[in-house]
């Protein structure tokens, strides 16, 4: 293919996942100048203490940017996943248990802004910043966050075991999941994106190891250099606890390594591997959209920061909706 037949041939496959994703209104009341006069230091005061936890740990940006996609699959973006509770609330889901992280840092930044603007940011809208902060200051696409949600009242483990995607869900499951929350196929694809910072532990892809499926065979889709890395590092791993990085070439960088990965063979979980390598139907159009991404980081940025903004307006507590949480971690009394 030439290059400007190879360009038309991208032009239309992103016309058509531009149809795709037309349907919905984007109905929403939020907007970001919200703390414009109420807190007029937020930009600041959120930047800075994103910066201070990559400082101490560079991996704290994923751990921050996947905090929002948890709470906005929950309920909707209404911080639910910051509260603590008992055994029933959402941090006790399986994909929260000993693998959601960061709560310290969101933390620090409720109390830096109880100081300069109090009673005023929901926790629910420092996610939807820090989400921002964390890619952009990784190498990312930068975006106006749209902002003026209110906390929720609610944790729901229940609901978080059954609206997070699992590692092992087939990509139908994982692209139903998504249109729960008014995502299509396309934002599955791109927010997968994300997976290009940060790091897994092996209880989430070592079923991919050893006797995949029942086969007795590893997972054949998974890169064979890759494979005998990961079975040393899991092997000897009973708890799952040891982890490695979910992005093998730039761990620490955001960029579209992660769809290169998956032309190679080596996405880490078999939820990233199955947008390029599954026998489902539906992986023959994310395929192409994997592929396209891999070529053109432009697009994917672009991409991710207009489904970053649809992910976090899925049903946002708005008005005199819920409350504005005085510590993140209760709900006011
Ligand atoms: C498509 C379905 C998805 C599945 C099945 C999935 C699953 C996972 C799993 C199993 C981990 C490893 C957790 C651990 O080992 O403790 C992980 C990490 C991560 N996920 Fe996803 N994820 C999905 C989509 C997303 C989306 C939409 C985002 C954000 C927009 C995201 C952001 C992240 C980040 C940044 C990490 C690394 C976290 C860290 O290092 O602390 N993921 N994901
Ligand atoms: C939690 O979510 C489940 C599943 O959607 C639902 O059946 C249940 O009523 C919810 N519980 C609360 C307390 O909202
Ligand atoms: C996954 O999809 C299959 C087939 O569509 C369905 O039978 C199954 O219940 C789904 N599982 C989950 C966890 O959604
Ligand atoms: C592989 O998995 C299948 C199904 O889960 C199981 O029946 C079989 O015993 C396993 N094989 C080994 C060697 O563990
Ligand atoms: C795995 O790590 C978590 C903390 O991240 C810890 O609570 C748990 O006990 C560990 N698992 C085992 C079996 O040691």
Same mark, same amino acid.
């Given at each position: ?148 949600? !209110?906390?929720?009242?609610? =944790? %729901? ?9 699992? *590692?092992?869900? &087939? /990509? ?28 897994? !532990?092996?209880?989430?892809? =070592? %079923? ?9 065979? *590893?997972?054949? &889709? /998974? ?111």
């Amino acid at each position: 293919m030439n290059k400007s037949s190879r360009a038309i041939t991208s032009f239309w496959l992103m016309m058509s996942f531009f149809i795709l994703s037309e349907a919905e209104p984007m109905k929403t009341q939020l907007s970001p100048d919200f703390y414009r006069t109420t807190c007029p230091d937020l930009w600041t005061i959120v930047r800075r203490e994103v910066l201070n936890a990559m400082e101490d740990e560079i991996r704290m940006a994923a751990s921050l940017l996947r905090l929002h996609f948890h709470d906005c699959f929950v309920n909707g973006c209404d911080g639910s996943i910051l509260l603590d509770g008992d055994e029933e609330s959402e941090k006790f889901a399986t994909p929260n248990k000993n693998s959601a992280r960061g709560f310290e840092v969101i933390d620090r930044i409720k109390s830096s802004l109880e100081s300069s603007c109090s009673g005023v940011v929901s926790c629910a809208d420092i996610l939807a910043i820090v989400a921002r902060d964390s890619v952009f200051l990784s190498g990312g696409p930068f975006w106006y966050v749209q902002l003026g949600r !209110r906390d929720g009242l609610v =944790s %729901n483990k229940t609901l978080a075991n059954l609206a997070i995607p699992s *590692p092992f869900d &087939t /990509l139908d499951n994982i692209t139903s999941k998504f249109d729960n929350v008014g995502l299509n196929l396309k934002d599955v694809v791109t927010l997968s994106g994300a997976h290009t910072i940060g790091r897994a !532990r092996c209880t989430f892809f =070592s %079923n991919r190891l050893f006797n995949f499926s029942g086969t007795e065979e *590893p997972d054949n &889709t /998974l890169e064979s250099e890759m494979l005998f890395d990961l079975q040393n590092l899991c092997l000897q791993d009973e708890d799952g606890n040891a982890t490695t990085v979910l992005d093998s070439n730039s761990f620490d960088q955001f960029d579209s390594n992660y769809f290169k990965n998956l032309l190679n063979g080596k996405g880490l979980l078999s939820s990233d591997q199955i947008l390029f390598s599954s026998d489902e139907e539906v992986t023959s159009t994310t395929k192409q959209l994997v592929q396209f991404y891999s070529e053109n980081e432009r697009e994917f940025f672009m991409e991710f920061a207009y489904a970053m903004i649809k992910m976090g307006n899925i049903s946002p507590l708005i008005g005199s909706e819920g409350e504005i949480r005085n510590d993140c971690r209760v709900i006011n009394s």
